[in-house]
């Protein structure tokens, strides 16, 4: 499988009953290490919740991570695997990682496909928009949360009772 992402380029954020597009990307794990993520791996092991985001160390994204990462122990109690997805480098993912220390990887989509085939593509600016999108174990989106605000406390509230956890 190509270290690219499968799927077209779409023009409005991926619907729920939708069947998540698939992925294998590089990562960096909450320890520095590099990892690969597979999407349908993951997913088969359980829910999935990307936390899709525009730069790391913005004040905003690492609000929208910071928020996940402080709810982590439920989220992987209940068996919800978390993965921040963005186009930065791998490099740049580990500074973040080094200075943040979230409990999860985050994935570099250095050529924007998956962000692209998730409908989540800024091209004003050239990034990943910030969005919430969950997929179930048999790879279907199960919530979106498009155009997500980490200062909003019912869009929290929302990604937590679509997973059954609020």
């Given at each position: 499988m190509s270290?690219?992402?499968?799927?077209?380029?779409?023009?409005e954020p991926i619907a729920v009953g939708e069947r998540a597009p698939?992925?294998?990307?590089?990562a960096i794990a909450s320890d520095g290490e590099q990892t690969t993520v597979s999407l349908a791996q993951a997913a088969a092991e359980g829910p999935v919740l990307l936390l899709f985001y525009q730069?790391?160390?913005?004040?905003v994204c690492t609000s929208e991570l910071k928020a996940f990462a402080q709810e982590h122990p439920l989220l992987a109690e209940a068996g919800v695997r978390v993965f921040g997805v963005n186009t930065n480098g791998l490099g740049s993912h580990t500074r973040f990682q080094e200075r943040d220390r979230f409990p999860f990887p985050l994935i570099s989509d250095f050529y924007g496909d998956a962000v692209?085939?998730?409908?989540?593509?800024?091209?004003?600016?050239?990034k990943s928009r910030r969005a919430a999108v969950i997929v179930g174990q048999d790879g279907l989106v199960r919530h979106v949360?498009?155009?997500?605000?980490?200062?909003?406390?019912?869009?929290?509230?929302?990604?937590?009772?679509?997973?059954?956890?609020?």
């Open positions: 270290e690219r992402a499968s799927g077209a380029v779409r023009e698939d992925f294998v990307l590089p730069d790391d160390g913005m004040p692209k085939a998730y409908g989540l593509w800024d091209a004003d600016e050239a949360v498009p155009h997500f605000n980490p200062g909003n406390v019912n869009a929290l509230v929302e990604v937590f009772q679509a997973l059954g956890l609020a």
